[in-house]
C-alpha cells in the first residue's frame, strides 16, 4: 500500500509517500509558508532531479492540493492518480489522555483530538487543520492518525505521576506523556529482533538525540518510563530547550526579569539547551567544532552537560528495569557523532558496558545499524538509524486493514 505520511504545522506541511511492501520512500517533500506571502513546495523523488515551484497557499487544502498535483504530474511525480494513495497517516505530537494507538480519524477520534489542543496548542492546532483539509481533498482515502504519545502509554501510575496536587492532574490531565514515540518504538523494535531473545525478557535503552532528544526505558517491548514529561521540555538538554531544570527557576526568573508566561516559555524552549550554554548556535556539529577547533569552554561545557545527562538516564533506567541488556542511539545527533555515542559509556564498565572505539569512530555513510559495544561487553549497545516513517506507514496500514 502507498501510504501518504503527513505532518502539518502551522504555516507548513510536510509529506512522504511511502510504499509499504517495499518499505521505501517513494517522494519526499514540503510546503512552506501557507498563508503567508511566497508559498512553496520543494519535492524529491529518489533518482530524479529535486523540484520546487513557488505558488501563493492560501490555506492546508491549497497546499495538499498542490502536494497531490506534484505528486501525479507526468514529470516530475511517481504516481500515476490518487488512486494509488491507500490510506493517509497523520503524525499527532499529541494523544493526551484518550490514545494509546493509532486510530482511525471519525468524528469521535477528532472530538478527542481538539480535546488535546490544550495540551499541545502550537502543535494539535495545526494538525487538526492538516487532517481536515486532507479529509476535504481527499474524500475517499481513509485517514489515520498516529501519536507521539502512544507507545508511552504502558508507562505505570509511580513514573508518569507529578506529585503536585491531585487536583490540578485531573482537572487539566497533568502527568507525563513521553514523545518521540515512533521512533523510540522503531528501534527498540529493532534491537529486540537483534538480542534473538523473547520480548518479553528484554530491558532496552534508547537514546533519541537530535534537536528533540529523550530517551526511553524498554521493559519487556514496553515502556516504563521517559525523559519527556507532560511537554517535550523536560528530561535531557536539546537543541535549544532546556530540558529538566529546578521548577523554582522558572518563578524566580519571571519575578526578577518581569517576565509573562509566554516570555519565560519562550526562552526555556527557543533560547536554552546548547544554544543557552553554548551561546553561539543550538546545532551539535557546530557545538563539537567549537570545542575540537577552539577548545571553546562553553561548547566543551554544553557537549559534556548533555553526555553526563545521558549516562546518569542509563543508570537511572537501568535500575529502573532491574538489568541492561542493550543501549540504542538514534536520531540526528546520536547517527552521526561518535562522541555523544562513547562519552556516555566512559565509566559504565561496571555495568557491563564497553565501547569498542574504533568500530564507534570509524562509521561511515550511509549510516547504517552498527554494533558499538566489544564482543565481550555485556550489554550491547547498538547505533540504529531511526525509521519513524515505517512505524506510521505501517500502523496506517494495519488500522486501514481492519476496517475490511
Ligand atoms: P529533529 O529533532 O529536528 O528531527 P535531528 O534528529 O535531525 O533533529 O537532529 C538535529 C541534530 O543532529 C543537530 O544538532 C545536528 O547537529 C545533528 N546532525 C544532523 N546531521 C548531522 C551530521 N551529518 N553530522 C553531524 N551532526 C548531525
Same mark, same amino acid.
Do not use: Y
Given at each position: 500500500m502507498n501510504v501518504l505520511i503527513v505532518n502539518a504545522g502551522s504555516s507548513s506541511l510536510k509529506y512522504q509517500l511511502f510504499n509499504t511492501e517495499t518499505k521505501t520512500v517513494l517522494a519526499k517533500g514540503g510546503c512552506e509558508r501557507i498563508g503567508e506571502k511566497g508559498g512553496n513546495i520543494s519535492h524529491k523523488v529518489p533518482e530524479k532531479t529535486p523540484y520546487e515551484k513557488n505558488q501563493e497557499l492560501q490555506n492546508h487544502e491549497d497546499a495538499i492540493k498542490l502536494v497531490i498535483e506534484t505528486l501525479t504530474d507526468k514529470e516530475v511525480g511517481c504516481i500515476?492518480?490518487?488512486?494509488?494513495?491507500?490510506?493517509? /497517516?497523520?503524525r499527532v505530537v499529541h494523544g493526551g489522555p484518550y490514545f494509546t494507538g493509532s486510530v482511525l480519524a471519525t468524528e469521535d477520534v477528532l472530538a478527542k483530538v481538539e480535546l488535546c489542543k490544550e495540551l499541545a496548542p502550537l502543535h494539535i492546532g495545526p494538525s487538526l487543520?492538516?487532517?481536515?483539509a486532507c479529509m476535504d481533498v481527499m474524500k475517499n482515502v481513509p485517514q489515520v492518525l498516529v501519536f507521539d504519545t502512544a507507545f508511552h502509554s504502558t508507562m505505570p501510575e509511580e513514573a508518569y505521576t507529578f506529585a503536585i496536587p491531585r487536583e490540578y492532574s485531573e482537572k487539566y490531565h497533568i502527568r507525563r506523556y513521553g514523545f518521540h514515540g515512533s521512533s523510540h518504538r522503531y528501534v527498540s523494535r529493532e534491537m529486540i529482533q537483534i538480542l534473538g531473545k523473547p520480548a518479553e525478557e528484554t530491558k532496552i535503552v534508547t537514546c533519541h538525540l537530535g534537536n528533540g532528544s529523550s530517551i526511553a526505558a524498554v521493559k519487556g517491548g514496553k515502556v516504563i518510563d521517559t525523559t519527556m514529561g507532560f511537554t517535550p521540555l523536560d528530561g535531557l538538554m536539546m537543541g535549544t530547550r532546556s530540558g529538566a531544570i529546578d521548577p523554582a527557576i522558572v518563578s524566580f526568573l519571571m519575578e526578577k526579569e518581569n517576565l509573562s508566561a509566554d516570555q519565560i516559555n519562550?526562552?526555556?524552549n527557543k533560547k536554552s539547551g546548547i544554544l543557552g550554554v553554548y551561546g553561539a548556535s543550538s546545532d551539535f556539529r557546530?557545538?563539537?567544532m567549537a570545542m575540537e577547533e577552539k577548545k571553546d569552554p562553553r561548547a566543551t561545557l554544553a557537549i559534556r552537560m548533555l553526555a553526563y545527562q545521558v549516562k546518569k538516564y542509563i543508570g537511572a533506567y537501568t535500575a529502573a528495569m532491574g538489568g541492561l541488556d542493550a543501549v540504542v542511539f538514534t536520531a540526528g545527533i546520536g547517527e552521526n557523532n561518535?562522541?555523544?555515542?562513547?562519552?556516555?559509556?566512559? /565509566?559504565?564498565?561496571?555495568?557491563?558496558?564497553e565501547i569498542d572505539h574504533a568500530v564507534n569512530d570509524g562509521i561511515k555513510r550511509p549510516i547504517q545499524t552498527t554494533k558499538i559495544s566489544t564482543e565481550n561487553s555485556k550489554v550491547q549497545v547498538y547505533l540504529i538509524p531511526t525509521n519513524e516513517e515505517l512505524i506510521i506507514a505501517e500502523d496506517t496500514e494495519s488500522v486501514v486493514s481492519a476496517l475490511k
Open positions: 500515476a492518480s490518487m488512486d494509488e494513495i491507500g490510506a493517509v /497517516g497523520h487543520v492538516g487532517i481536515h519562550n526562552i526555556l557546530d557545538c563539537r561518535n562522541i555523544i555515542r562513547a562519552m556516555p559509556c566512559e /565509566g559504565l564498565e561496571f555495568l557491563g558496558i
